[in-house]
């Protein structure tokens, strides 16, 4: 028998031996670090020009808030964008190797990106890994077939709706959907709409908080408007700052200069590139 | 490229020291259709001519400058099919540069990893080296660039080029009228100078093409329309 492992070839695809590992390891008691989650509130509805999206900016580890201010509206394509739910490395990678596909494909074909081609992309994707790319996305865009908005869940399923919410405060921003949302809204109704939804998940769910991104995608172009509300302001920030007293005395300073083993001569040629 | 029964090189040396078959591309690109580049103070033009097998031919879906970035051009002189294929690599070479550095490909990266894909081909098993010589223009933050690649994969950076049909009547024209403190502009008519010069038959915007980038660092191919009012300025 010999001592060499037989080379078996990679056959594609993700190689599960590891998720066994951990499984195991958790079952012992040893469990793996809490990832970041976005926690979130993501929503999108569509209007009578186009598609509107929102999001709030709190991404959370664990019962953490690691950024304050971060951006989950994802430039896929310049008529496609798209919000992510779930754990952020998962969307961020996702949205930027779909936006990337998407790109090809434009300089391929010669044509304008549609939104059922990122789905696609993207829904295809994240069947291949079963659910293991934890990423909830809600795809919104305007193309020559008109503005769609889709959702895309981490296992890979989807739907087509005009006006759909996902993540953690999804139940309290579809709360306001139900109740308020009509066909035919016209621009400044719609931001209204969303900005209410996302507040709603930011002030009664715990996983989403701070400000209130919107993307507004029509068939002329597309508006980002970061942070266009901010209703979690720093208040009675001190605006001297703070200072912390030394606690250790102070009992000797002496300082002794390194020797100089370096020679700077003025005026000398500059470093070949 | 190993697995079938030619997991050995198509292009060999012969006894004088030279690779026979990308002497022969060389030849093969030397038979194309004539293409051209100038780089400019403040921009870079490239141009070919379009010669249409028949009229009957529907100009408009025939193009032969293709945009790799947004700031990054390619023309070419030789076999068209060859161009298709090496434009899609370095689409995608420069599209997974910009993924793992979120920043746009530099003009020399993207050459030089275009001339790795052609020097790849002139040394695998099974396959021919590509019968096209590029001209790669581009404006990065090292300012406007020329590069030409040649089916051995050697590439060059050149003030102004020709490769093609007429490439030492043109080149011998642009050396005359080369000058380092160029605009865009005044290339542009150098351009269509040159191509003028070798050119059967009456020139007009349908039957030659030309891309240019300037200081915006947007390339862009230019329409007929554009195209025949720089000839109506060179008449």
């Not at chain 1, 769609?148 to 890979?156: A, K, V």
């Not at chain 1, 029509?218 to 979690?232: A, D, M, S, V």
């Not at chain 2, 020097?119 to 990065?140: C, H, I, K, M, N």
Request: proline share 5%.
């Amino acid at each position: 028998m010999s001592n060499s492992v037989i080379e078996v070839p990679p056959k594609g695809g993700f190689s599960f031996d590891l998720c066994k590992r951990n499984e195991m390891l958790a079952k012992k008691g040893v469990n793996p670090p809490s990832f970041r989650k976005t926690g979130t509130t993501i929503v999108g509805l569509v209007f009578q020009d186009g598609v509107i999206l929102g999001a709030d900016t709190r991404a959370t580890e664990g019962p953490i808030v690691c950024d304050k201010n971060c951006e989950k509206i994802h430039y896929m394509a310049p008529n496609i964008y798209c919000c992510g739910a779930g754990t952020a490395a998962d969307t961020e990678a996702v949205t930027d190797m779909v936006s990337s596909q998407l790109q090809l494909h434009r300089y391929h074909t010669g044509r304008e990106s549609r939104v059922v081609t990122a789905l696609t992309l993207l829904k295809r994707h994240l069947f291949n890994y079963q659910g293991y790319v934890s990423a909830a996305l809600v795809l919104g865009g305007v193309d020559v077939t008109g503005p769609h908005l889709h959702t895309i869940y981490p296992h890979g399923s989807t739907d087509t709706l005009p006006f759909a919410t996902m993540g953690s405060g999804s139940l309290a921003a579809m709360a306001v959907f139900e109740s308020k949302y009509k066909e035919g809204l016209t621009r400044n109704e719609g931001i209204e709409l969303v900005t209410e939804a996302i507040c709603s998940g930011i002030f009664n769910d715990l996983g989403s908080g701070s400000n209130v991104d919107v993307c507004v995608i029509t068939k002329g172009g597309k508006e980002y408007l970061r942070n266009h509300l901010q209703p979690n302001p720093r208040t009675y920030t001190n605006s001297k700052g703070y200072s912390f007293p030394k606690k250790t005395e102070v009992l000797l300073t002496k300082i002794i200069p390194l020797k100089e083993k370096v020679e700077i001569i003025e005026g000398g040629d500059a470093m070949e590139e | 490229m190993g697995d079938s029964q030619y997991s050995f090189s198509l292009t060999t040396f012969s006894p004088s020291g030279k690779l026979v078959q990308i002497e022969h591309a060389l030849t093969a690109v030397g038979s194309g259709q004539t293409s051209l580049g100038i780089k400019a103070a403040n921009g870079v033009v490239i141009a070919t001519e379009k010669k249409l097998p028949s009229i009957l031919v529907d100009e408009a879906s025939v193009q032969k400058i293709q945009l790799l970035t947004p700031n990054i051009g390619v023309v070419y002189s030789g076999m068209g099919p060859d161009f298709r294929v090496l434009v899609r690599k370095s689409r995608k070479q420069a599209e997974q540069y910009h993924r793992l550095y979120k920043e746009p490909i530099p003009v020399t990266q993207l050459v030089r990893e275009t001339a790795a894909v052609m020097q790849e081909f002139t040394q695998s098993g099974g396959v021919r080296p590509f019968g096209v010589s590029l001209l790669v223009a581009g404006y990065d933050d090292n300012g406007p660039q020329l590069y030409q690649v040649d089916p051995s994969g050697s590439y060059f950076s050149w003030k102004a080029s020709a490769m093609g049909k007429n490439v030492s009547n043109a080149k011998t024209f642009l050396e005359k009228r080369y000058t380092d403190d160029m605009e865009l502009d005044d290339a542009v008519h150098t351009a269509i100078l040159t191509l003028k010069e070798g050119f059967e038959g009456q020139i007009s915007g349908k039957n030659i093409e030309i891309g240019i980038i300037g200081t915006d660092k947007k390339f862009r191919v230019l329409t007929p329309a554009e195209i025949d009012d720089y000839l109506a300025e060179v008449e």
